[in-house]
């Protein structure tokens, strides 16, 4: 299993923007696709945005439009670009990593089998 480290969390006011870091402690192979996920307290763990090696991105329709996925191979770092957020964008958001060489891009958690620790963002009105 590989250790995943998010950073770039924080708080920030309504219309404000902000870009999470997800790095790989150890070997991550870079072919695998990765996705963003995000829990509000008292809610159910969303799928916000996923990445397959050949950059084909999906995003949840809450974020289309506001965030951006991306992936630098060099540094082997996973980025999470964040504009215009609201307050209900608040919430602790994980990196995931899945396993194998297949491109699925989904945002489903089931799909992803590493997981790092959680950033939080909280956005106020």
């Known amino acids: 299993q590989v250790q995943l480290v998010e950073s770039g969390g924080s708080s920030v006011q309504a219309g404000g923007s902000l870009r999470l870091s997800c790095t790989p402690s150890?070997?991550?192979?870079?072919?695998?696709?990765m996705a963003w996920f995000r829990q509000a307290p008292s809610a159910g763990r969303e799928g916000v945005a996923a990445?397959?090696?050949?950059?084909?991105?999906a995003y949840a329709t809450s974020v289309k439009g506001r965030f951006t996925i991306s992936r630098d191979a060099v540094r082997n770092t996973l980025y999470l670009q964040m504009n215009n957020l609201k307050p209900e964008d608040t919430a602790t958001y994980y990196c995931?990593?899945?396993?194998?060489?297949?491109?699925?891009?989904?945002?489903?958690?089931?799909?992803?089998?590493?997981w790092g620790q959680g950033t939080q963002v909280t956005v106020s009105s």
């Open positions: 150890g070997y991550l192979n870079s072919r695998v696709s």
């Open positions: 995931a990593a899945a396993s194998g060489s297949n491109t699925r891009y989904t945002l489903d958690s089931s799909d992803y089998s590493d």
């Open positions: 990445l397959n090696r050949y950059g084909n991105a």
